[in-house]
């Protein structure tokens, strides 16, 4: 039978194992979960070998969090749900959106390059893009929906020589269709992001090259959902402490090139 001592001790031994327990790291590192959503698009986001979600902006995105309240959650999507979900709250952040493309919070920081280059048959004459003029008279191979940045852009809305293709459902053997064209001279020249079309090549041993410098570059942000407006302070805060040293570490590790070999688009002469 407790007295009353007794049981006075016994409810102060329980308050400070509740308080031991609290400060475990179960419960003093439990984070909020912050959402993204997103499709693979080597070397930026990608699940590898392991199923691990890993690349650039999973890093940069792992150094804004460190110390906060945050943690990031994962969950790869076609393009089109994800930026749905986010601007309807369903998901906080999409990755990734070219500038002003959907009513959502826009990062001032940078988390991917669509670098798009020009892909010609590994037998085209031409070594390196230099001069608009290297596309006369060809017919240009393009993904069809896609918002072709800057000068590329009007050039494909000034020929009369543009044939269009999708990717399908986003499958392995979609993504190879429009390449499977070109190898088999159903176009000259496809416009394609220069990384992932130089990786595609390479893992299919198809007969084809990428043409560089890239013609155009476009830095991509990421959406935040609205409401999240502190957040995203607070990740492009913690990112621009980063050196420029420091943020090609991350590049090279993910890619083997620095972010001004992503950065970088040629100049018409």
Not at 151 to 180: C, H, M
């Amino acid at each position: 039978m407790f007295s009353p001592r007794n049981q006075s001790l016994a409810g102060l031994l329980l308050a400070v194992l509740f308080i031991l327990i609290s400060q475990t790291p179960a419960f003093a590192n439990e984070k909020k979960p912050l959402r993204f959503c997103y499709g693979n698009w080597e070397p930026f986001i990608f699940e590898n070998d392991q199923g691990q979600v890993e690349g650039v902006a999973v890093d940069l995105i792992t150094i804004a969090l460190t110390g906060t309240e945050y943690e990031a959650v994962y969950e790869s999507m076609p393009y089109k749900r994800c930026s749905d979900e986010v601007m309807r709250g369903r998901k906080d952040v999409v990755m990734f959106l070219s500038p002003g493309s959907l009513d959502v919070l826009e990062s001032k920081s940078v988390f991917a390059y669509w670098s798009v280059a020009a892909i010609v048959h590994k037998n085209d004459p031409l070594s390196r893009f230099s001069a608009s003029a290297d596309l006369n008279g060809k017919s240009l191979l393009v993904i069809d929906g896609y918002a072709y940045p800057g000068v590329l852009g009007q050039w494909i809305k000034t020929s009369n020589q543009v044939i269009a293709v999708n990717y399908g459902k986003e499958k392995d053997e979609d993504y190879l269709r429009p390449f499977r064209m070109l190898e088999a001279g159903r176009a000259h020249v496809f416009f394609e992001d220069s990384y992932w079309g130089r990786e595609l090549i390479k893992d299919n041993q198809l007969d084809l090259k990428v043409l560089m410098p890239s013609i155009v570059v476009e830095a991509n942000r990421l959406g935040f959902t609205y409401g999240l407006e502190e957040v995203r302070e607070m990740i492009d805060d913690n990112l621009s402490r980063l050196s420029a040293a420091e943020r090609d570490q991350i590049f090279h590790k993910h890619s083997g090139q620095s972010e001004a070999d992503f950065s970088t688009s040629f100049t018409e002469n």
